[in-house]
């Protein structure tokens, strides 16, 4: 059974303080207002998947309104505050820093706000390339970003459809994220832009979580 969200929690490595009302108000003067309500929309989504997958409505919803926090900064500044943290880039981050925007946002998030719980980190840094082996929080969050209500119905429809097409009733969040990374494939080829390998291995382990079954 989820966790229900609340205003006031008390989690193992995440300050007593930090409320989701708290939380809002640390991201918003870090953003421009259109960035701002694609941060709500992901919180509200995070903790709508949340509650359908029977996960932490609270823990879902708190790494939304965190997840952005430095989405609007400079590629070279996210650059140099990457190598800063001790992160070791390859080319492609070096030369598209806006991919480094997530693990950025989880680091500041840890200093700022003196959070040591490493899954609501973890699902914070990444919400944009995922990860081999993502906890089901990671999962949500990026999920919650790919459905924000901003998004195109062509882009969100099918990924709700695969995590809400379960016989067993409780969202499938390894279908969802494996139509989430295909659409994303996607659009990336048609645009012309860069893939990250890491898109690539990610995409290619939840292919191979599905089949299995």
């Known amino acids: 059974m989820s966790k229900k969200s609340s205003t006031k929690v008390k989690y193992k490595g995440i300050p007593e303080d930090l409320?989701?009302?708290?939380?809002?108000?640390?991201?918003?003067?870090?953003?421009?207002?259109?960035?701002?309500?694609?941060?709500?929309?992901?919180a509200a989504a995070g903790k709508e998947i949340a509650e359908l997958a029977g996960e932490d409505e609270f823990l879902s919803e708190l790494?939304?309104?965190?997840?952005?926090?430095?989405?609007?900064?400079?590629?070279?500044?996210?650059?140099?505050?990457?190598?800063?943290?001790?992160?070791?880039?390859?080319?492609?981050?070096?030369?598209n820093g806006h991919l480094l925007h997530g693990p950025v946002a989880a680091f500041v998030a840890r200093d700022e706000l003196n959070i040591k719980h490493q899954d609501l980190l973890d699902a914070v840094a990444e919400?944009?390339?995922?990860?081999?082996?993502?906890?089901?929080?990671?999962?949500?969050?990026?999920?919650?970003?790919?459905?924000?209500e901003s998004r195109p119905k062509d882009f969100t429809d099918p990924i709700w459809n695969a995590l809400k097409n379960n016989p067993n009733k409780k969202a499938?969040?390894?279908?969802?994220?494996?139509?989430?990374?295909?659409?994303?494939?996607?659009?990336?080829?048609?645009?012309?832009?860069?893939?990250?390998?890491?898109?690539?291995?990610?995409?290619?382990?939840?292919?191979?979580?599905?089949?299995?079954?």
């Not at 409320?19 to 992901?42: C, N, Q, S, Y």
């Not at 919400?127 to 924000?148: P, Q, R, W, Y």
């Not at 048609?190 to 290619?204: A, L």
Request: proline residues 1%; contains cysteine.
């Open 19 to 42: 409320t989701l009302d708290a939380a809002r108000k640390w991201a918003k003067p870090r953003v421009t207002e259109k960035r701002f309500r694609h941060i709500e929309g992901v």
């Open 63 to 95: 790494a939304g309104w965190l997840h952005d926090g430095c989405k609007e900064w400079k590629d070279k500044e996210l650059v140099k505050a990457a190598q800063s943290y001790g992160l070791i880039l390859n080319d492609i981050e070096r030369e």
């Open 127 to 148: 919400h944009t390339l995922g990860k081999v082996g993502m906890t089901n929080l990671s999962k949500i969050v990026f999920l919650a970003d790919c459905l924000e």
């Open 172 to 213: 499938d969040l390894d279908a969802a994220m494996l139509v989430a990374c295909d659409l994303s494939l996607e659009h990336l080829i048609k645009s012309g832009r860069v893939i990250h390998i890491k898109t690539v291995d990610v995409r290619n382990y939840f292919l191979s979580l599905v089949k299995e079954r």
